[in-house]
Each structure stands twice: as C-alpha cells, then as structure tokens.
C-alpha cells in the first residue's frame, strides 16, 4: 500500500471556486477586485492564448493540416483543449438514449472554444411558462439581470446593433463589422422572405476597451485563442486580471470530487485529486462556488454524500441532475453559382459571421412552441484538412472557366484549376433553438462506473421531444427557402422525417444547462435566485447549471451575468457575516 | 497567464501549494516531440505525435504508386509545382496513420488497382506504361460515367484525388 493520505493547503481562503470557465472566472474576477482571498480550481493545465499559439499558422505547420484529433476535437488549431471523450474518464446512457458531452479541461475551459455569440436573453425569456404553459418561469425577470448584462458588455466587450427587438435586447455595442459578399446575399434573401439579418453579436473588440487587451485585426480565427486578446475567454479576460489583483490562487490539474461539509450542513472546502502526482488533497473556505460546467457541478453535488445529505449535497429537492436541455441544432449548404470564379481578395474578417438571424416568428401561430436563431457561414477562408473533398460533386453540375459543362471529377491540369475555380462559393447556416427543459431529461451517478481517479461517473437520460423535432423541421424548410431565394444550390444537409430532420444529438451544440435549476420553491429547484444553495448557504453554483430554461440564445453571457450577480451577493454577504 | 507571476501568487509559503508547484505540467520531463512544433502542443499530444511518426504504415510500392497517382490527379502548372513536390505522398503516408478509417479503403484501393492492372496490361499498375496508367485512371476517374463493374476503383480514386487536393492545397 503506498503512502496514502489526505494533505491539507496551508492557506485558507474566503472563496473556492471549483473551474475557471465563463462562470468561475467571472467570479473569481469579481471577488479578487473586492479584496477577497479566492482560490480557483482548475482540472486541466494552464493556459494563455498568447503563449499557448495556435493563431496565425500556417495550415502546414500542422501534421494532420488543421484535422481533428482524439485530444483536440475542433482540430489541431482549435484552442480547446479535450472533446466528446476523454481518456479514462467515461460517461455512460440509460435506456439506449444519446447525450454527448463536450468537456475541456484546462485554464478558461469552454471559453476557449466557442463563437463569441453574446446574447442577452430577452424579457420573454425568464417568463417562458406564463407565455405558453411549458417548463417553469424563472424566479428572477429581465430587469434583474439587466444591470449586470450593462457592466458585462463594458467589462468585456460586444458588437452589434441598434435594433430595438422585443426579445433581443441590445448590448452597450462596438460597432459591428460589415457584411462580407456572402452574407450580403443572405441579407438580400432574408428581405424577400422578411427573415430579419441583422449585424451579429460578438464578444470581439471592433474597438480597443482597456489598455490590457488589443482590439481585433480581423484574421478570422478566434476559435484559436487570440494573443492580443482581442475576443473574450476567460483565461484571458477574467483570470488573468483576476491574478493581477494578488488574491487569487490558481491550482491547475485539480480533479474535484467533493464538497467538503461540517456536521451543522455547511461547506468547508473542496477535497480534489492532483492529476500530477495522484495524491489526494483538501482546501478549506468560508464560500464554495461551483461553475465546473452544469453536468460536472451536479456530479460534484451528487457525489457529495453525508448523513445529512444522504442525497447528495443541496439535493433535498431531489432535483439536481434534472432539466438539463441542451440547444438544438440543424444544418444545411450549398453553392452559389454567382460566387464562383470571383475575384480573389482577403474577406476575412472577426472569428465568426458578421451577420446572424433573431427569431423572428409568433410561436402561436407555429406547431412548436420555442424558436431559435440562425447562424451563418461561408466565402474564402483559410483552407484546411477537408479542403477540395468531393469536388466530383460539384465540378460535374456547373459550367467550368472556360463555360463548358465537364465530366464530374476527372484529374490533372484541369481538376487543379477547379479548385481554385471553385474556391470561396460555398455557404452554409445553423440553426440553434431552445429544447423545453423537462424533468425526465437528466444526469444522474451512475451506479456501477467510476473514473481513473474513482470518482463515480455521470450517467444520462436524454429524448427530443416532438415539439424539438418540429422545430428542426421548421429549420430545415427556413434554411432551404433562403438558399434558393438567394440564388444557390443545397449541396449538404437535406434530411426528412426519418432521422428527425437532422436534428444534433442532446449535448451536440455545447449548451447544456438545467441541472441545478433555480427556483423560490427548494421543494422545486436547487439554488435560490441569487445562485445559492438552498439547503447550504455558503454554497453557489455559477455556471449553466442554474438555468431554468436556455432561451434561443447562446448562454455564456447570461452565465456571465448571473455569476457576477451572485459575486456581489457574496460580496454583501461575506460584510454582513450572513455566510 | 504569465508563468512567473502564477508561480509568484501561488508561493505563499504553503506545504500544500509547495507540493503542487513541484508537480505543474512543465517541470516533468516533455517527452521528444518528432518535429520541433511551432503550435501549441500538450503534453499528451506530443506522446502522440511522437507515436505516430515512429510507425510506418505503406510500403515502399504502395508509396511508388501513390507518388504516381498524385502527380496525375495534381500535376505542375503555370502556376505551381505538382503533387510530389509539395510532398503530398508525405501527408497521406501521415494522415491514415493519423485517421485509421482511411487505412483499409487506401491499402485495399491499391491492391484492388494493381490487380485489376496485372489483369488487364499483366504488370503492376506502377510497372505499366504512362498511356496504360492513364487508360487505367480513365476508367476509375469519371464517377458518372464509370462502369458499375468499376466503382470499387471510383471510391478509392475519390478519396486519393481528396486527399491528394487537401495536402497539396496547404502547402
């Protein structure tokens, strides 16, 4: 048997927060800015979108040209470190249903892969059950968070648009890009078929904000981290300023597996395992703040058994693991004919589309009760591992360069020019919807599997409904409409009924909330509406986890929004010595 | 994050903060990268880069005869060298190591061309004449017009003009 005991951090902290995503390095920002001792625990290795580069490379300087990998899944340039599966850290299904789960371990998690989509949500979107009867209305409105909405878009910056929409509140915005040539055909369409295009949303610095950070100098690849930080993620907007301050400790490569609890219910710490040197350790706060992502900080909870927890911690409601909803998703694209063969130029521009589409349409008149928004892409970037596949596809069905129509695929000299020829005329859009949060939607341990580390591992249960599939449907009808409107041709993407109008996998869009939902009632939900616990009181939980329903909007500026709201509690709190 | 001054904020003096300094990713020993990278690179993927390029997955004819079919799909132009210049047979000899799904349908690919060539022209596809290559290509490279008796030689060249037209684009 080797040496095996629990070691104990000297220091005690006011705060321990257990990731370093949009959640906990908000709050690790917010609290370190107010003098408070915070401690961030973070599972995977550090990391700096400055030092760690990705950006501006060439797409040779990557073996596999940019392609995918078991450890990078979005590919050799992506910042994200991690994907579907991590090696000896499974998950597991229940009743045959499909779930995947995206995970990311390291220095400002998910935020190092994401669009930049920075969404309010709108007032329609806490209140959701008083509009159509589905899911639970949110305990806090709109009003609420709307301050913290403010502060968030001057702290970190978002472009976009004046347009006084209903459910689509403006930001305090930098200016948005223009439209590129693809994009401005998507506009002319979305005019005839009165879907609105407007500027996109993005959480990219048109303009400089702060001394610390450069503004954007439009290479299209925020997807790999940016090294004059000119996008948001949290390891570069948030913990690093964070650290600055001197408050905070970062411990990298600390796998949590419990909340720590006193015999009177209140949390004391985090207990982890040291992914370096596999040794157990514990560290002691005043405040626990969970924002490992909302599948990983119900597992925590879960996992966190006592006497007077026998549930789980802060699991008296029975509720956490339940109500996760994920976005939906469905995809579709094509060619446009009068795009090919135009004029080289750079059309690159921010990491992500210039233009996007709000829902636009009255559920009460759609046989589906929540919408969604459309995400568009195309035009000539950087090639990389992919580029040129199934060219007899497309080099058979148009008039080649000198107008003559050729034989599909073919080689040589003049399969060459068609790469060329044929560069920069493709497009495609995605469609991103809120799924209704139900209870029968869950992650829960799983009772016989555990981890490298022995931690019990989630198992999930999760079914679309028929009123997610009608809506992928919608999409799908929506997405071919605008192409042909615009003139192109669908090439990807058609689907029917039978594989339920291409609708993603639960999990396959990286929006999963639900699973700690917020609520007055503790019979009902698991954190009241400022974040805490309510069956601990020195017990937050900051990330998706809260969400009583997603919205039709990408989540990361409102997790943003509520941590923040939730720091200042603490803040407030920890004066009164109420925690 | 600036490494020093984690390194700094950490240092408070702690047993326990001591101890988990000494073990940052980092301080171990990296293990030997085969090329120097000038991307970022973890720990556990330089394992596997180094893995990957220590193994060896075609044969010195099966690499002939790729060489050969590059330069036919991607030949040099006014405008650029051809396939074997931009070391294309290099990328694909990497990228089914790299991506097994590709391993079968290109090993068999091969064999299924030379033995449809020993057949046809009694030598191997390599060993034929430049016009027998080309009749032969003729036949496997027109997915529309191909003969149905044929399509087994259409997917393999599909996927070698693929991935011939993805490394050569990237260099």
Redesign the interface.
């Known amino acids: 048997m080797p040496d095996f005991q629990i070691?104990?951090?000297?220091?005690d902290y006011d705060v321990c927060i257990v990731g370093s995503g949009a959640g906990g390095g908000m709050a690790a920002y917010v609290l370190a800015n107010a003098g408070i001792k915070v401690v961030l625990l973070e599972a995977g290795?550090?990391?700096?979108p400055a030092?760690?580069?990705?950006q501006l490379?060439?797409?040779?300087?990557?073996?596999?040209?940019g392609?995918s990998?078991p450890?990078?899944h979005f590919g050799?340039?992506d910042?994200a470190?991690g994907g579907w599966e991590l090696?000896g850290e499974p998950y597991t299904h229940k009743d045959g249903t499909k779930f995947d789960w995206f995970r990311s371990r390291m220095?400002g998690g998910r935020t190092n892969h994401w669009g930049r989509i920075s969404l309010r949500f709108g007032p329609k979107d806490f209140k959701r059950r008083s509009i159509d009867g589905l899911g639970d209305d949110w305990p806090i409105s709109y009003e609420d968070v709307a301050p913290y909405y403010d502060k968030i878009d001057q702290l970190i910056g978002v472009f976009g648009s004046k347009e006084n929409l209903p459910n689509d509140p403006d930001s305090i915005f930098l200016p948005p890009p223009k439209p590129r040539l693809h994009e401005l055909f998507i506009k002319e369409a979305g005019g005839k078929l009165n879907i609105p295009v407007i500027p996109s949303r993005l959480s990219i610095l048109t303009k400089p904000i702060n001394k610390d950070r450069g503004a954007c100098f439009y290479c299209s690849q925020c997807n790999r981290g940016c090294t004059v930080y000119g996008d948001f993620s949290s390891?570069s907007v948030l913990?690093?300023p964070a650290?600055?301050t001197?408050n905070?400790?970062?411990?990298?490569?600390?796998m949590a597996r419990e909340v720590i609890t006193d015999t009177q219910g209140k949390a004391t710490g985090i207990s982890f395992v040291?992914k370096?040197?596999m040794?157990e350790?514990t560290?002691n706060a005043k405040v626990v703040m969970l924002a490992a992502s909302a599948c990983e900080s119900a597992r925590l909870l879960l996992n966190s058994k006592s006497s007077l927890f026998p549930n789980g911690l802060g699991n008296s409601s029975g509720v956490v693991g339940k109500y996760l909803h994920d976005s939906t998703g469905a995809s579709m694209g094509g060619i446009l004919p009068k795009l090919i063969g135009r004029k080289r130029y750079n059309e690159d521009g921010v990491g992500g589309m210039h233009v996007y589409t709000p829902w636009w349409l009255d559920n009460k008149k759609l046989d589906f009760a929540r919408g969604y928004h459309i995400e568009y892409y195309g035009g000539m970037g950087m090639?990389?591992?992919?580029?040129?596949?199934?060219?007899?596809g497309t080099n058979?069905k148009y008039p080649g360069r000198d107008g003559t129509q050729k034989?599909?695929?073919?080689?040589?000299?003049s399969?060459?020019?068609d790469?060329r020829y044929f560069y920069g005329a493709t497009f495609g859009m995605s469609g991103r919807g809120e799924a209704i949060a139900r209870e029968d939607n869950y992650c829960e341990i799983d009772p016989t599997t555990v981890d490298k580390f022995g931690i019990p591992v989630l198992r999930f249960h999760y079914k679309w409904s028929d009123q997610e599939v009608k809506q992928a449907k919608h999409m799908k009808e929506t997405f071919a409409e605008i192409i042909d409107t615009m003139g192109g041709v669908v090439t990807w993407g058609k689907s029917s009924a039978e594989n339920d109008y291409g609708l993603e996998a639960p999990g396959r869009i990286i929006h999963e909330v639900g699973t700690t939902r917020m609520g007055s009632d503790p019979k009902k939900s698991v954190v009241n509406k400022f974040n805490q616990a309510h069956d601990c009181k020195n017990l937050f939980v900051v990330d998706g986890g809260p969400f009583v329903s997603q919205a039709d909007k990408n989540p990361t500026w409102t997790i943003l929004a509520l941590s923040m709201r939730a720091s200042e509690f603490i803040i407030d709190e920890l004066k009164k010595q109420n925690i | 994050m600036d490494r020093r001054k984690y390194l700094k904020t950490l240092a408070v003096g702690s047993l326990g903060a001591s101890a988990l300094i000494a073990c940052e990713p980092g301080t171990k020993e990296t293990p030997k990268a085969p090329a120097s990278f000038t991307i970022d690179r973890t720990k556990e993927e330089l394992i596997r880069e180094a893995k990957l390029v220590s193994e060896t997955f075609f044969d010195e004819h099966e690499m002939k005869t790729i060489s050969i079919l590059t330069d036919i799909i991607i030949p040099k132009d006014g405008t650029s060298g051809s396939a074997t210049d931009a070391k294309v047979p290099d990328f694909i000899e990497f990228i089914v190591k790299d991506m097994p799904r590709h391993q079968t349908p290109m090993r068999g690919g091969l064999k299924w061309l030379d033995i449809h060539c020993l057949k046809r022209f009694n030598a191997d596809f390599a060993s034929c004449s430049s016009s027998q290559q080309i009749e032969m290509v003729d036949n496997i490279a027109y997915p529309e017009k191909a003969k149905p008796e044929l399509q087994q030689g259409v997917a393999f060249f599909n996927l070698m003009r693929d991935l011939t037209a993805c490394g050569f684009f990237h260099q």
């Not at chain 1, 070691?7 to 220091?11: L, R, Y």
């Not at chain 1, 090639?383 to 007899?392: A, D, E, K, L, T």
């Open positions: 070691k104990k951090t000297a220091k290795p550090l990391y700096d030092k760690n580069v990705t490379k060439w797409p040779w300087e990557s073996p596999r040209r392609a990998t450890l990078r050799d340039f910042a470190y090696d220095l390891s913990v690093k650290l600055n001197g905070v400790d970062v411990i990298p490569n600390a040291n370096d040197d040794q350790y560290v090639p990389g591992y992919g580029f040129g596949f199934g060219m007899q058979g034989e599909a695929g073919g080689y040589g000299a399969l060459k020019d790469y």
